[in-house]
DNA sequence: TAGATTGTTAATCGATTAACAATC
DNA sequence: TAGATTGTTAATCGATTAACAATC
């Protein structure tokens, strides 16, 4: 279906572009211009149209994209329709939150496709207990529950000295993408896919552009 | 100091060099050369030494860039090494990992620059309860908090439906950057910088390539 | 000095935006 | 039909990479 080599900045702006069509009441006769759509979003227009046109023809001229159709497009490229299962690396404060609000968001919402599957940790006291209904486990039986379940993503929040071997772990039990919230770059096998996610980086981000600002 | 506009993605890969040093021990003779940190941080050769050169001359031909000495230019230029005050909205399950993230980092490391100041919830049961060593306060005390502690940047983990609420009003306290959780755009006036962070979107954006990948 | 690596210019690559014919 | 908006081509803009003279 998909051929060309789709960048990373177009996915991020097509899951976008779902999530503002989620937000959005419509019936089936709602259409959305792509100026409209755009403005939502913060884009150019044409980016949006080009964005779209990658996978196939879904406006029609004078009128505009219908709303329904379109949300089901875009949730149709991104895969966002069938189920993923998910297991998450360390189960202290932010492995925990995350735990409990991906599991809550699923027992709300039924299309929600991320599922945990399975929690680890090291820390004996936690073996054995339930977040959001999950059973904690060692990290020795990853292999067993991520090919049981069939987990195709783990999420990496345990302190930065752990991440790499844990991910070690986990890419040899089959998971294929991290998301990895451990301020460490990964080292992994070509395919594997992993996204970083760092609070600390976020900030100094920000930091730098305010004092940029204040400066001029 | 700095004339240039600096774009997003050089400040990412500053942030990133930066965490790479600090993670080198290094005495004041040892120079890294760009090939070795373009390396460690997966990016071109060519890119690390045009990244710095848009702040200076750092480096000496034949030998690379001293690590010490490009470490604290680095922190210099990021401003990392002055503390921000931040504030939390929200402390719920993400909240409150959050916020003990941020106390904690900073209770081990005395370079760590982002105090948090002050959280907020609109929960009377959580109000005057400490999180981290922090109270958190009503909503309606913002003003006076964030003026009080100088708070420059936010951190917004409140359900989606408050998030545009409460930013109006960190906006109106004089907050002039934030760290949106919620999955919602924020309108903001001019000159206030916001930055995005989602969960559900990582996921989805790892979810396509994973799918793409498997296709071919 | 010879070898290595910087800082920077020039070439390449890719992404964004403008423009417009096609068409609903 | 007249007006509006798509899909797409062409123009622009910006970022990445290659190449190399300068120089430690």
New binding site residues.
């Given amino acids: 279906m998909v051929r060309v ?1 789709v ?4 996915v991020r ?1 097509l899951v976008n572009y779902l999530r503002i069509l989620k937000e959005k009441e419509a019936s089936p006769e709602d ?7 755009a403005a939502l979003a913060g ?11 990658l996978f ?10 219908p709303v329904l159709m379109l949300k089901q497009e875009l949730v149709e490229i991104l895969g966002a329709g069938e189920p993923v299962s998910v297991s998450i690396f360390g189960v202290g404060e932010l492995g925990t939150a995350l735990a409990r609000y991906l599991t809550t968001r699923h027992r709300f919402d039924k299309d929600y496709p991320f599922h945990v599957k399975a929690l680890f940790d090291v820390n004996p006291k936690k073996i054995g207990t339930t977040v959001g209904g999950v059973k904690v486990s060692l990290v020795t039986e990853v292999s067993e529950l991520v090919k049981a379940h069939d987990v195709k993503v783990g999420i990496i929040t345990v302190p930065p000295e752990a991440a790499q071997e844990v991910c070690d772990v986990a890419v040899r039990a089959g998971i294929q993408a991290f998301l990895n919230f451990a301020p460490v770059k990964l080292k992994v096998p070509e395919g594997i896919l992993v996204k970083y996610q760092d609070v600390t980086s976020d900030l100094q981000e920000l930091t730098f552009f305010l004092r940029q600002r204040m400066e001029r």
């Fill in positions: 080599k960048p990373d900045v177009v702006r259409y959305i211009s792509s100026a409209e759509l884009v150019n227009a044409a980016q949006v149209r080009k964005d779209l046109a196939g023809e879904f406006g029609k001229q004078g009128v505009g994209y």
